[in-house]
């Protein structure tokens, strides 16, 4: 076993499908008896053939034909039986293989998720893995039966006569020369086409997405230039790579079938010279006739042989991501006091660190603001105390336990965390609040709902709690989704709330009442905000000022109006801007 | 399987001329192909018909046949893969177009979801499956055709069976092709569910994940997940019998072949060598067939994609057959407009009229009909009764074009391109040249901000160093506007400044925006409001109030209100 080396995709396909094994397998022999049958009437026309020429009639004949007929059967029942064995293999890989996707992403880091557009996991989850049907349902059973039973085919008539077996061979060589130059470049041409592809389908989606701008400025698809430039490379990449392919294509597709080419004319002279019998060269034309078919399934999948890599590479991707590691049992915590000491972050992939050597003590019960230009990191402190990753350097604390010690169920039983845009289920406005705590009884969710200053209006749609959201809430406004999703939180009452931006994209209309709602909420709890108008945060206990990664200055707003320029500074912007009438 | 090539065809648009020479030089190919019969008659009638051996001739047949083959093979599969991809990219522009002309009312999350699908994923079938299905199948179909001539040429009786092989190998195909027509749309209803529910997943793992309901919420999309694999596992099972059964019915007649080849040999009207010829026949004729019918499951799906494709030629597009009129001035005057998303009542008989060269903001209630109000101007909709007059004129009396050459929108959401910073701009305008650009960002205040990127205008914007703050994008959405020079704008304010630091610059792009121009704002902030020459409280779907600033402070009502309120909002404290 080779053991450090990465495994090839096809270990990995076959690795995931290991449930499904015998019925692969089966599935196998099932087409192998299939393609035996078209042999068999192969045989059979060979056997009539001598028949015919060693003086035989129509009587002997017919119990040949019957066999025939059989061998035909045997191959439309078998290769059905196979297809359909096959595919309840395949449907039931993908099935478990999407459910470890899935599973996989309830265990990554949350921070991942939030920066991985939903769309591509939409895509690997869905497309990538349908993707694999063609593969396991269809090449895994065709392509080695319809390898396997030509082989016999060329082993008798390497026993009739070996000469006439290589003449029965030469279109096949020469075919599979040209298939294998033209797959040579496959794997990049592909690339390239998957990557052609996602800019057509990004610029797509902008449009769509932008219909509003669209109109506004009576733009058209095709004098948008990007649009229909994406449009246009996408169909020019594929047709210039078909035009490409075409070449050998079109060569071995018409030449392998084409034996005839070889056999014939050889035939014809070992014959004459006498060294070849006619029932002998009958039977070989008929033999090597038998040949191309399979031969041709066999190599329509090529294509497919390409494309698995990346499927599964895509599909592994995920997989293989790292996750989070917690202990199963929940740890002691003292109080809900959270300290940062030395935290330093980086994300994933990209090199620059993003905070340096943070350190912060939050006190139970008390007010910290997070302020600072945007991109100063301060979003990137509350998602890290929230757990959304794993500090890359230091250690933060929740009640004196390291939350790499805490389980993640724990570590959310204590923390709120509210962003601008909280995603609703397409379920009922009740059963959106109730998930902040899943044993709440009505009265409990409609005294969150009150709390939360959204008992009106939702008493007001068409359903009262019983109206369905719609798809990501869809069928609600901004603030009234706001407002729901804070009557969630407030049902959780967890010890710590987050605030991050998350009054930051209300109409002004519903700006007060949002306000009251997280009023509300917070009372009594430590309570880390970050929030854009400053007159919201003057009276925090703590005001945290981050630059570049940095805590620049934290105490009161008046020590820092005295002491910190930057906060000054900001601060004399927002009283610039303040808009009172 | 007739029905989805003409369809194909209808499809094709431009390339339709293209698509049939593609077929007739596909059937040369055939014929070219099929000469292997005539080389393979020529040898049975030296071998067994005693004729005089010449290897030369019979040679020549098959490298003609195949050079031939190959040739013609190469010039209709290119031609028939440009006629796939290029439709689908025809369909991709047309598509695109006609969004132009839907009414902005049914377009929501959902709509617009699934004219992406359309268009990219749909049409991407298309354009995969097109090419290979018509290759496929003309081919194989042809083939079998040209050998079926062959045939007749030889002996009539059995080229007639062969031939009555194909009629039944149609019908049958035809027969399975209803049978499982539900298959196509079956299909992709499975994957529609499932994309949404993998996307309402993933979308909502952030409340899932900190709320604990992993369990509750996983359990739903893995039921779904389970109901894709029996659906697709009972789709596979209701087809793959059909496979057989064109199998078979094809493989009868081959015996049939072989069996009165042997009859009339047996009765002395068949030659020995004719004979061995059509048992050896009886293979070749319906290979190719086989591996086209083999391909009417993915004909079933194209043409399932084709008609969804088509399905958005089906929305509802407004009016758009009106005339070029150059309006001399920008006044707006509603008349009695009455306006109604389906049975919500969103405007009930609004009337007012916007002098040319003043500012009116439009207060009120979310849901009152602001946004509403605004967008008939630019006719994204149509009213339900009533009028709306731009310079005198109907807005359904213009040609769409026309009358958006009178208004410049900015919205509140700004939306700009994954293009160049340049484009962006110009999509204002796209006659613009590059100074006109500049002269536009300057007035924006973005100039400054664009030549200090490494790229200048030609930063792409949302990749990589073009990541702009929030106020820079926001002036660059009103250069845009600024650039179209058209005399109304319409001007959803933004509300609140996304970074208080750019206030200043904010303030003044708009400043050069509305410079002498007809201005209707939705209005958030009190310091526009005020300086407003006319306000208008919308409250369910009527002026519940109308007049100045001061007026309006001075009668108790949804305007004092409001003013109370916001300064409640802004004199909020966390603690």
Excluded at chain 1, 434 to 443: E, F, I, K, T
Excluded at chain 2, 94 to 121: C, E, K, Q, W
Excluded at chain 2, 172 to 196: F, M
């Amino acid at each position: 076993m080779k053991t450090k080396k990465e495994p090839s995709p096809f270990a990995k396909l076959w690795g995931w499908a290991n449930a499904y094994h015998g019925g692969f397998c089966g599935s196998v022999v099932l087409a192998v008896i299939g393609v035996a049958g078209t042999m068999l009437a192969y045989l059979c026309v060979a056997a009539i053939i001598r028949l015919l020429l060693s003086g035989g009639g129509l009587r002997e004949c017919l119990p040949w034909c019957g066999l025939m007929l059989g061998g035909y059967l045997i191959k439309a029942v078998f290769s059905s039986l196979s297809t359909g064995m096959s595919h309840t293999a395949t449907y039931h890989t993908l099935r478990d293989l999407r459910k470890s996707l899935l599973s996989k992403l309830s265990r990554v880091p949350m921070g991942t998720i939030l920066n991985t557009p939903s769309g591509q996991y939409k895509t690997t989850i869905v497309d990538r893995v349908e993707g694999m049907e063609p593969t396991l349902a269809h090449l895994i059973p065709e392509m080695t039966s319809n390898l396997l039973v030509p082989l016999t085919l060329v082993i008798s008539i390497f026993v009739l006569d070996w000469r006439m077996g290589l003449a029965s061979l030469v279109t096949t060589a020469i075919g599979l020369l040209i298939v294998s130059q033209s797959t040579k470049t496959y794997a990049v041409r592909w690339k390239g086409a998957v990557e052609v592809g996602r800019r057509m389908a990004n610029a797509i989606v902008e449009y769509v997405g932008g219909i509003q701008v669209v109109k506004a400025f009576s733009q058209s698809a095709g004098s948008y230039k990007k649009y229909a430039g994406a449009v246009e490379d996408n169909a020019r990449y594929f047709v210039d790579w078909m035009h490409d392919n075409q070449k050998y294509m079109a060569s071995w597709q018409s030449i392998l079938p084409a034996v005839l080419v070889s056999v014939l004319p050889t035939g014809l002279l070992l014959w004459n010279s006498g060294s070849l019998s006619a029932a002998d060269f009958l039977t070989v034309i008929v033999l090597s006739l038998g040949l191309t078919g399979p031969m041709i399934a066999a190599l329509s999948f090529v294509d497919e042989l390409a494309i698995v890599g990346t499927n599964v590479g895509e599909i592994a991707g995920i997989l293989e991501s790292p996750e989070l590691v917690r202990p199963q049992q929940p740890a002691k915590l003292s109080g809900s006091g959270v300290t940062l000491k030395n935290v330093s972050f980086t994300y994933g992939e990209v090199k620059e660190e993003v905070l340096h050597k943070i350190n912060l003590d939050i006190h139970p019960g008390t007010v910290t603001a997070l302020v600072g230009p945007s991109g100063s990191g301060k979003s990137t402190i509350a998602k890290l105390i929230a757990g959304f990753w794993d500090v890359t350097g230091g250690a933060i604390t929740l009640g004196d336990v390291d939350l790499q010690d805490i389980p993640l169920d724990q570590l959310n039983r204590q923390i709120a965390y509210v962003a601008q845009d909280n995603y609703l289920f397409d379920r009922t406005v009740r059963d959106n609040i109730r998930m902040g705590r899943p044993d709440a009884a009505d009265a409990e969710v409609e005294a969150a709902a009150r709390a939360a200053g959204c008992d009106m209006f939702i008493r007001a749609l068409e359903n009262g709690y019983d109206t369905v959201c719609g798809e990501g809430g869809g069928h609600l406004s901004g603030g009234e989704r706001q407002r729901i999703s804070i009557a969630r939180a407030m049902l959780k009452d967890a010890p710590i709330v987050i605030l991050d931006e998350a009054t930051a994209s209300i109409d002004p209309e519903n700006e007060a009442l949002i306000q009251r709602a997280i009023s509300a909420l917070t009372k009594g709890k430590t309570l880390i905000v970050i929030a854009h108008h400053l007159g919201t945060i003057a009276g925090a206990d703590t005001i945290v000022v981050v630059e570049n990664g940095r805590i620049a200055a934290q105490g009161n707003q008046a020590k820092l109006l005295e002491t910190c320029p930057l906060y000054a500074q900001m601060w004399k912007a927002y009283l610039g801007t303040r808009d009172a009438a | 399987m007739f029905g989805i090539l003409k369809k194909i065809f209808a499809f094709a648009g431009g390339k339709r001329g293209l698509l049939k020479k593609a077929m007739g030089v596909s059937l040369l190919g055939a014929l070219f192909a099929s000469l292997q019969f005539l080389a393979l008659m020529l040898a049975m009638d030296m071998v067994v018909g005693g004729a005089k051996l010449t290897v030369w001739p019979v040679a020549c047949i098959m490298l003609v046949s195949i050079l031939g083959h190959i040739a013609c093979a190469y010039y209709s599969t290119n031609a028939e893969t440009d006629t796939g991809y290029h439709m689908a990219a025809e369909k991709r522009v047309h598509i695109g177009d006609r969004l132009r002309y839907i009414p902005m009312g049914y377009f929501n999350d959902n709509s617009l979801g699934n004219i992406t699908a359309v268009v990219t994923t749909t049409l991407g079938d298309v354009e995969n499956t097109a090419a290979r299905c018509l290759v496929m199948v003309i081919g194989g179909f042809l083939n079998t055709l040209a050998l079926c001539l062959m045939l007749l040429f030889a002996d009539w009786r059995l080229g007639l069976i062969a031939i009555a092989g194909i009629l039944c190998y149609l019908a049958v195909t035809e027969l399975s092709q209803s049978a499982t027509s539900k298959t196509g749309p079956a299909r992709q209803y499975i994957q529609e569910t499932l994309v949404e529910k993998v996307l309402e997943y993933v979308q909502g793992m952030g409340v899932v994940k900190s709320y604990g309901l992993e369990k509750d919420s996983g359990q739903a999309v893995y039921n779904t997940v389970d109901d894709s694999c029996q659906k697709a596992l009972a789709l596979v099972r209701s087809i793959t019998p059909w496979s057989g059964i064109r199998q078979i019915t094809v493989r009868i007649f081959s015996v049939a072949i072989v069996v009165a080849a042997l009859a009339f040999y047996a009765g002395g009207t068949l030659s020995l060598a004719r004979c061995l010829l059509m048992l050896i026949a009886s293979f070749l004729i319906y290979a190719e067939l086989e591996s086209a019918g083999n391909m009417s499951d993915q004909l079933q799906m194209l043409g399932a994609a084709m008609d969804k494709a088509n399905s958005i030629d089906n929305t509802p597009t407004m009016d758009i057959d009106g005339q070029e009129i150059a309006s001399s001035h920008a006044f707006v005057e509603f008349q009695d407009v009455h306006f109604a998303y389906g049975d919500r009542t969103i405007l009930d008989g609004i009337s007012f009229t916007i002098p040319e060269k003043t500012t009116t903001a439009v207060v009120g209630p979310s849901g009152g009909g602001k946004t509403t109000l605004c967008n008939l101007i630019a006719r994204f909709w149509d009213v339900d009764d009533g009028k709306i007059l731009v310079g005198g004129h109907d807005v359904r009396e213009y040609k769409l074009d026309s009358l958006m050459k009178n208004i410049s929108m900015v919205f509140q959401n700004v939306y700009l391109f994954n293009d160049t910073i340049e484009n962006n701009i110009k999509f204002g305008r796209p006659s613009a040249t590059h100074e006109q650009v500049m002269d536009a960002a300057k007035q924006a205040c973005c100039h400054d901000f664009i030549t200090a990127l490494p790229e200048g205008y030609d930063t792409v914007l949302g990749e990589g160093g073009g990541t702009l703050s929030g106020g820079e994008k926001q002036r660059i959405s009103i250069a845009r506007a600024i650039i179209k020079d058209a005399p109304m704008i319409i001007l959803d304010e933004a509300t609140a400044s996304v970074d208080p630091e750019n206030e200043v610059e904010l303030q003044t792009a708009i400043n050069a925006l509305t410079h002498d121009k007809t201005i209707i704002m939705i209005a958030h902030r009190l310091k526009t409001v005020k300086d407003a020459d006319q306000i208008l409280v919308l409250d369910g779907g009527h002026i519940a109030q109308r007049g100045t600033h001061a007026e309006l402070l001075e009668q108790p009502g949804l305007y004092a209100d409001f003013i109370g309120l916001r300064q409640e909002a802004v004199g909020w404290k966390l603690a």
